[in-house]
């Protein structure tokens, strides 16, 4: 049970960062600002 709510909790806050990292990328990208 810990273990699948484990794997559940850690699929969530990976794609949650993964489209954090998007969203800067493209308002870096957006601004021109390449950091």
Not at 4 to 9: E, H, S
Not at 20 to 33: K, L, P, S
């Amino acid at each position: 049970m810990l273990e699948c709510l484990d794997q559940q909790v850690f699929g969530a806050l990976v794609q949650s960062m993964a489209m954090t990292f998007e969203i800067f990328d493209r308002a870096a990208r957006h601004t021109g600002c390449g950091g």
